[in-house]
């Protein structure tokens, strides 16, 4: 049985970091990718990344702060976020898939974790 599990997620003030965890079981997957969706808006591609030679794609709002990272041997994805604002405020998904156009879209992604709560106040 394929699983994500999320974890990392919390408060933190503004400007500050923190590192969210998936761990994926049950298969391997050629790309991972992290998406988030606030309260009332669209979810969002954030990064994603490539298994086999660890290609990143970052969405526009977090290129310079966020980063995607991997560890095959734990099959599992980071994403580090630093200098957060209140903007970032979400909840914060994993999915996995096989690959295809458009990384930090949804389409791409077979499966999805249950998420992982981000706050950040001012």
């Known amino acids: 049985q394929v699983q994500l599990a999320e974890s990392g997620g919390g408060s933190v003030q503004a400007g500050g970091s923190l590192r969210l965890s998936c761990a994926a079981s049950g298969t391997s997957f050629h790309y991972m990718g992290w998406f988030r969706r606030a309260p009332g808006k669209d979810r969002e591609g954030v990064a994603a990344i490539y298994r086999g030679g660890g290609r990143t794609y970052y969405g526009d709002s977090v290129k310079g702060r966020f980063t995607i990272s991997q560890d095959n041997a734990k099959n599992t994805v980071y994403l580090q976020m630093n200098r957060l604002t209140p903007e970032d405020t979400a909840m914060y998904y994993c999915?996995?898939?096989?690959?295809?156009?458009?990384?930090?879209?949804?389409?791409?992604?077979?499966?999805w974790g249950r998420g992982t709560q981000v706050t950040v106040s001012s």
């Open positions: 999915a996995a898939g096989y690959g295809g156009a458009g990384l930090l879209s949804p389409i791409p992604y077979n499966y």
